[in-house]
């Protein structure tokens, strides 16, 4: 199946990621976090499945926030809960592979494991070059992946409703993962290929962007308030999300 394939069938199915403990107390509050303040800017959300970051964004004021994603099923549940609850967000089905140049172009670029579904270096740095295309001189693109040297024998994220175990491929970019989001009563597996930590640095780089700069993630205090401390000492030992920002 391919990942058009896989997220056709995942659709609505996709917004209760958000809900499960990783996605909400580290994942969604690290990234708001480093990308910040984007009032008045344009961003494009790129694989952005069904508006989770695109809607976010917008509502922190950025003034025009275009999501694209290759699933036409993502893109018309986003669709439906712009229809429900109107915030002026714009999306398109479309591959980012082949993205067309835009005529004004965008102040920031948000991925969250966008990066992932490279096979290949050379896809990867494809894909690198249509993001830095699309943003103006100087603008922003951060990312959210899967730790690139996370220890698959470590400390799993199981508890935080997430399972990630190594299939014993190697991909073009990086080793095969296996990735099951544990949703109640309909677990949601998938298989991707986090990059090795040069493979990023080496494609944003020959894509024209600078800066580039790793950041950590970290458990929100609203997590700890609902879990305790103890609870995400796991995650803290072997984190599974790593995040990256640079300039174009």
Known sequence: MSTQELYDEIGEAFEGFKALPLARYVEAPSFLGMVGDVAGRRVIDLACG???????????????????????EMIRAAEGIERAAPLGVRYEVGDVADLAPVRERFDVATAVMFLNYAETVAEFEHLCRKVHGSLRSGGEFFMLHQTPD??????????????????????????RVRITALLEGAPITFTAGPARREVFETCLSKAGFSGIEWVQTEVSPAGVAAHGDAFWADYRANPAFEMLRCRA
Do not use: I, M, W
Not at 66 to 72: A, L
């Open 50 to 72: 069904t508006g989770f970051y695109t809607r976010e964004l917008k509502r922190r004021g950025a003034a025009d926030v275009f999501g694209v994603d290759v699933s036409g």
């Open 150 to 175: 996370y220890d698959f024998s470590g400390p799993s994220p199981r508890e935080y409703g997430f399972l990630t175990e190594l299939t014993g491929e190697e991909g073009g970019t990086g080793p």
